[in-house]
């Protein structure tokens, strides 16, 4: 039968074949077209493009890479051996175990040597929280200002510092250095006779708060009896927490028969005066300057008056009628000081003045008198008026009586 198979038929059937490859590629065609026509239609063309062009990107991408690493960057690997030489990966190469060459140190070099110094914040000393460290004074400093840097209460920096201040915050002066414990207390200096029972109810706390407190390097098993303690006269102890009442420098010069306290703090008290004008009360106000600059009144602090600021040079005035009690230098800090006594239990008193407008025994006519200039005398870190009113000896507070 096959035999029987011409050399027309065997064309026929060729021409077939490629009659039917060629019907295929247009049937193709006409189903792509029909999908990208139905994509079109509901709005997909854009996403399909897009994906379609990411497709392709990274599959020319893989191909190159493919490329590049077939023919291009064969892998050689290099081998170390124990002598030091190398191989290729390639090499038919018995293996053995690998050893380091011995270290033979670095080759000398030109250059200045020195030894790493390592610093870290654990090198570095730390206070421990019972020591005392020093603060020197700068210009615009208060103690009030001082003791909120450190987080303790103006009293302690107060307290601590007697020898230097003597109770007065007005007493700080640039370059002044003092003294900042580490909590709020008060110190005492030991003295003959002193008791440890006696001492610490003076200054409001127990004996082993004392005791206790490392900076005083005192302890139970040394101490002794509490009525007589093995601690040196002369001794500077610490007491946390303590509190004890102020010395008052001022009071004196509020009281005008007292002659022999006045005289104590300075040239400029005054004989016993028994007559002269009498106040009505309506107070002036006593410079030309209304804001507080530094210290409002606060006895808890010792400050027993407030702090006007102002120029040098601004006028002082007499809150009332009177007559001068005071007048001059006072040995204390507050420098140029007066007191006016004004016949009805009130007395006031003007403190860092620049110039004095009078003498004792002086009458003041009237309030709103000039009686001096402001200044920056004693200790003062600037012009300011440091003014004070009493009344039967009792310190009152300036502003009840004032507007500002």
């Known amino acids: 039968m096959d035999e029987n198979i011409t050399s027309h038929d065997v064309h026929e059937t060729q021409e077939l074949k490629k009659q039917e490859q060629v019907e295929e590629i247009p049937q193709f065609l006409t189903l792509w077209d029909r999908f990208w026509k139905r994509i079109q239609k509901i709005g997909l063309h854009d996403v399909v493009s897009r994906i379609t062009t990411i497709l392709l990107t ?41 050893l380091l060459p011995a270290y033979e140190g670095v080759a000398p070099v030109e250059g200045i040597s020195r030894s790493s110094e390592i610093k870290t914040s654990i090198d570095e000393e730390v206070p421990s929280r019972y020591d005392v460290v020093e603060y020197e004074v700068v210009a615009g400093d208060t103690l009030i200002g001082i003791a909120e840097h450190f987080g303790l209460e103006p009293e302690t920096i107060l307290w601590c510092n007697y020898d230097t201040l003597l109770d007065n915050p007005a007493a700080i002066y640039p370059g002044q250095v003092l003294k900042i414990y580490p909590t ?121 008056g407030i702090d006007i600021g102002g120029d040098l040079g601004n006028p002082i005035y007499a809150a009332d009628a009177g007559v001068i009690v005071y007048a001059g230098w006072n040995d204390w800090g507050y420098g140029n000081v007066i007191v006016i006594d004004h016949g009805n239990g009130w007395q006031t008193l003007y403190a860092h003045l620049n110039e004095v407008y009078g003498n004792c025994g002086d009458y003041i006519n009237f309030g709103g008198q000039l009686i001096g200039t402001m200044g920056s005398t004693g200790n003062s870190s600037g012009p300011h008026l440091h003014f004070e009113m009493s009344l039967n000896g009792n310190r009152m507070n300036p502003h009840r009586y004032y507007p500002y």
């Open 184 to 304: 709020d207390g008060t110190t005492y200096r030991w003295m003959e006779g002193d008791g440890l029972n006696g001492v610490s109810t003076g200054l409001n706390i127990t004996p082993e708060a004392i005791i206790e407190w490392p900076g005083n390097h005192l302890s139970y098993e040394t101490i002794g009896d509490y009525a007589n303690p093995n601690i040196e006269v002369g001794t500077l102890i610490f007491a946390p927490g303590g509190t004890r009442s102020y010395y008052d420098w001022t009071a004196a010069l509020f009281v005008r028969t007292d002659v022999a306290t006045s005289r104590i703090l300075g040239p400029g008290h005054c004989e016993a005066v028994y007559s002269g004008p009498i106040g009505t009360e309506a107070f002036v106000w006593p410079t030309s300057a209304t804001y507080i600059s530094g210290y409002e009144y606060t006895p808890e602090f010792n400050h027993w």
């Open 58 to 98: 990274i599959v020319m991408v893989a191909l190159i890479i493919w490329v590049m690493k077939t023919f291009f960057l064969p892998e050689e690997k290099i081998v170390i051996t124990a002598s030091g030489g190398t191989y290729d990966s390639g090499e038919d190469v018995e293996t053995a175990d690998l």
